[in-house]
């Protein structure tokens, strides 16, 4: 028997959760960039939640840059979708309708652009994921070979990356005489909102230095801290959804129960009541970006090639292997010693609850996924604190551990999904026993100075390499 599709003629089951406002009077006021899981059960889940305690006109207008495949299914589901949040405690389903509008950028550009112009949208959000940026790996500012920046410096007036559209809007916004959206940054970059602030400025400059300081001047980049641990789906994961809904819901995700979002109260023109959702507002949001990027994301870095080079499909079988608890745990306990208090936070107790967040059984987060892009994960992940602890005399080996690993996973498997895909292969390629790290440290760009300059820490990644060769 074929189910219908999920839409908003389902009647949902009392099992499950919907929207309890009025779905047909929500108006669009934020734009979203990056229709992709960790955005559906992350800001979509705090925006249907702060409507739920205050509505407004809040309602998110969802653009995929590229690909139709996402828009096409929210479409055809009017703007529904629901995420499975399991536990060992069991499933619950709720369905998510926060989502107003949806377009594929690469489609329909003018209809993104006439939305960004618009003064209904006060508030720009973005998960594109960390290559998307176009952040140049030495400097930090823009980097104008990166694709969609180069296209986008060639044609400011038909966009294509992220960066472009933002500049792109604000210029209309300029010329209309409407105030900027705010840009919130919900991707994993270190003082995400500082960043964005540069690209995007660096950007206008280089189209028009008036522009560039229209919006210093008048502009908001708050940064912010997002974290839920969301899979990629499977069809195992839409086949739950269809039990627990009673339809086909083809946008279905699992998550896990763990939900946070700690922003900088920066907005120009207005926000959802976030905190209603549970979001905590913060002056300085950089302790906690530290602490998560460190602390979770570093090892996950960890786990996920310790998974790849073991043959283990999910950071929850990795986390069945008592010596590869025991390394992450050391990860853990060295890394926290390069944080310094976090506001409200007790960190040992945070890492004990991400040792159970890692080893969720419900939950088949794939090492895979986790490896994906490192090249752009471990400078914020790994990098950072390396080049930081070295500096202040220690010898860093918690980092070259990580790093060993992961340059060993690229060996033994022949292969990653990256963007410098080529490099780290031909790299692998030319290995030696000897000094099995050296091809990688001539990447251009690829390792900070600082660690380039220190054989002593390179010494110990190679000794980690050797381990698995
Ligand atoms: C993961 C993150 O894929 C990855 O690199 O480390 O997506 C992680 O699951 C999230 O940041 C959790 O909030």
Redesign the pocket.
Known sequence: MTLQRLSSATVLPETVTGPTFDRTKLRPGIVHFGLGA?HRA?QAVYTQKALEAEFGPWGIVAVNLRSPEPVKAIAEQDGLYSITVRDTEGDRSQVIGSTVDWICAADQRDQVLAYLASPDIRIVTLTVSEKAYGLHPTTGGLDPDHPSVAADLQNPQAPVGPIGFIVEGLALRRNLDVAPFTVLCCD?LPSNGKILRRLVLDMANRRDPALAEWIAENGAFPSSM??????AATEETRQRASRLLGVEDALALDTEPFL?WVIEDEFVSGRPQWEAAGALFAVDVEPYEKM?LRL??GS??LL?HLGLLDGLECTRDVMTVERHVRDVERHLNTVVKTLDPVPGIDLSAYIQQLLQRFANPTIA?RCA??????SQ?IPQ?IFGPAVEVLGQGEDGAAYAHVVGVWLAAVCRLQDCNDPRRDELLSAAAKSSDEQPSAPFFKIPGLFPQALIDSHAWRALVDAEMKQWR
């Open positions: 960790f992350h994993n997002v974290d839920r641990i969301v899979p946070q998560k979770l994301n996950h870095t996920a987060h996924q986790i490896a994906m892009d490192t994960k992940r």
